[in-house]
């Protein structure tokens, strides 16, 4: 093969492997969301009926929406296998809070269910300190990393 052939060859296949995957990475979170963020909509969602159940004293209501917000949907798999190489050794903190998000739902599913309104009310308060203290820690730096600086 002469040199004018070959080197529009070779810039071809350097753009195809070393360019093209920068931009491919860069569009997955550019244009679209990541997966977390619609089920991170769902729970802001559910965690708002909630509110309105309370207010209405609705316990019935509170304990069939808590299993939704304990056990939520979760991203497809090779996006929680990109979130979790991004974590790194921050992972177990990262699935701790959503831990507590499960067990402090649980126990408002238990509260409701009981009736007890003062209980229900303090369940609440510690998911939304799971959800807080999560986002206080990772949304920043997520938004960052998968989405770039915007
Ligand atoms: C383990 C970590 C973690 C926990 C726990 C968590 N979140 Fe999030 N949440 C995130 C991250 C990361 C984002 C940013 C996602 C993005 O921008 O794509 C986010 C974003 C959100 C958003 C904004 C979505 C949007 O439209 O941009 C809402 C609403 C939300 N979370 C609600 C909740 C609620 C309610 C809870 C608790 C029941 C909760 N989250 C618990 C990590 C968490």
């Not at 309370?54 to 316990?59: G, H, K, V």
Request: aromatic share 8%; hydrophobic share 45%.
């Amino acid at each position: 093969m002469n040199r004018e052939k070959f080197f529009p060859i070779l810039i071809a296949v350097a753009v195809a492997v070393v360019v093209l995957p920068v931009f491919a990475d860069a569009r997955a979170g550019d244009g679209e969301s990541m997966g977390l963020r619609t089920v991170m909509k769902r729970l802001g969602q559910d965690m708002q009926a909630v509110t309105g159940a309370i207010s209405r004293e609705d316990w019935a209501m509170v304990e069939e929406l808590a299993p939704g917000i304990a056990r939520h949907a979760e991203p497809p798999m090779a996006e929680k296998v990109r979130i979790l190489r991004w974590l790194g050794v921050d992972a177990g903190t990262f699935r701790e809070f959503d831990a507590q998000v499960e067990r402090a739902a649980d126990g408002m599913a238990g509260a409701a269910a009981r009736g007890d309104g003062p209980q229900v009310i303090h369940a609440f308060a510690e998911v939304q300190q799971a959800c807080l203290g999560c986002h206080q820690q990772y949304r920043k730096p997520f938004a960052k990393h998968f989405y770039g600086r915007r």
